[in-house]
């Protein structure tokens, strides 16, 4: 007979993990028919550790095609059982050694509260939006940066991000198949700065839309070309409308930095 | 009738190129059959500036399988015909678009003089080697540092790294296959310095022997886990011997950043 106390316990224990990866191997996070995500390398090492059973993931940012992480945060239930067994560094261990050779790494694990979500639990995403600026063609970060030939005025940049910092309706900079139901986000930081041949943009938020940091990239790089000025964004934004912003920047610049919480999952 | 001076001129010019690559795709510099050096890519790409006849290159360092190169210096020999109709930016600019979508790169480009060699009028070649130095495996560095679970201690190897500083007969860091006449090297620079995760390695000096800083990193790798001892490493290189000294470090971590000439043929 068990007690009314074991009665109440589920039968599976929440983790958490941050994770890094190489984006430009998948199709992007989430789960798709065009080829492997890192939801697919993920979640098939997570199933062995629940005797093949499936785990669904839930993802703090579901980056797309190209796009890396250095910091992404998911969460999953595993069966109590297989949780008894394990501590935080068994399981990253564990699920690195599934994953293997995929260039997908758990970088820590660690028990958390059923009510935590990675998703949902944020406060706070961080980006970072690499390009590279010089005359040659990138060798070493041909996947890592977006390569731009002409030099960039990376201080014009810089002036038009701080316009769109702040709370504002973004829907000049959300991709036409975004699905949160309001373009209204508050962008806290958006810093543009040259170091060498890089400039490197980083963008802070509690979230973010569909392709925003990508159409914001896009959109500062015409600054840094001196074909748009700074109020040329500020018309833009006030649009409302997708098409008066720029380009969307390719993928492969971008890289989710970190996720924060109120309290750090992992400490 | 051609003048005297017509006829003193050579039928080539000189050409000296800076180049960036990533050494995971390749057999190393060097041409060998056993698959694509990174010699076959860029003279396959100078060929085509020569009516297809071969164009032999001569590099500053002839780096190993694995080992990537941020600024490799190389020189070779292109028509007067050919050179007459270039710059330094369209050499650059067409190098780079025959070598796509090889991940080399020509950075810059400069006509030299007759008499500059890569290889023999360097004077200083500086190399970093990178450990990632955390439980979990890299998955955006894998190709890019060698991988270390346990904690190295960094002050304890720069401790070591100092007493390799010098003029020392390097025999214990010297692999079997180099082809030097001499093992005396003069080590201008060892620098080891942690930052986060990361343990890096910053070597100098006029020229290196073959394989000589994977050896050095190997051997301060047992010195940063206290298996071996600074004076350990003193009596390592006294031997003179490579079987006294540690393990050949892996390629990957390895980058030739920058090769130095008594004037700097690309400014």
Redesign the interface.
């Known amino acids: 007979m068990t007690s009314p106390r074991d009665e109440s316990d589920d039968a599976t224990c929440r983790w958490a993990v941050r994770?890094?990866?190489?984006g430009s191997r998948f199709v992007g996070w989430q789960r798709q028919a065009s080829g492997r995500s890192i939801q697919d390398v993920l979640e098939a090492a997570t199933a062995r550790l629940a005797a093949g059973r499936p785990v669904p993931s839930i993802v703090a940012g579901r980056t797309d095609a190209g796009v890396?992480a250095?910091g992404q945060v998911a969460h999953f239930d595993l069966p109590r059982a297989a949780s008894e067994r394990l501590t935080g560094?068994r399981l990253?261990?564990a699920l690195?050694f599934h994953m293997?050779p995929d260039?997908?790494?758990?970088?820590?694990a660690a028990r958390v509260d059923a009510s935590f979500s990675a998703r949902f639990s944020a406060i706070r995403r961080v980006y970072r939006y690499r390009i590279l600026n010089?005359?040659?063609?990138?060798?070493?970060e041909?996947e890592r940066a977006w390569h731009i030939r002409q030099p960039l005025d990376a201080s014009a940049m810089q002036a038009a991000a701080a316009i769109l910092v702040g709370r504002h309706d973004f829907t000049s900079f959300r991709a036409s198949s975004c699905q949160a139901k309001s373009p209204v986000r508050t962008l806290d930081r958006l810093d543009v700065a040259r170091d060498g041949e890089t400039v490197t943009l980083h963008a802070e938020a509690r979230s973010f839309l569909h392709h925003q940091i990508r159409n914001l990239a896009g959109t500062l790089k015409l600054v840094g070309d001196h074909r748009w000025s700074v109020d040329d964004v500020a018309v833009a934004l006030a649009a409302r409308d997708r098409s008066r912003a720029g380009p969307t920047a390719p993928p492969q610049g971008l890289t989710l930095l970190a996720v924060d919480y109120p309290e750090d999952p992992f400490r």
Chains 1, 2 share one sequence.
Do not use: Q, T
């Open positions: 994770l890094e990866y190489d890396h250095a560094a990253r261990d690195n293997k260039p997908v790494a758990v970088l820590c010089r005359p040659a063609r990138p060798a070493l041909a």
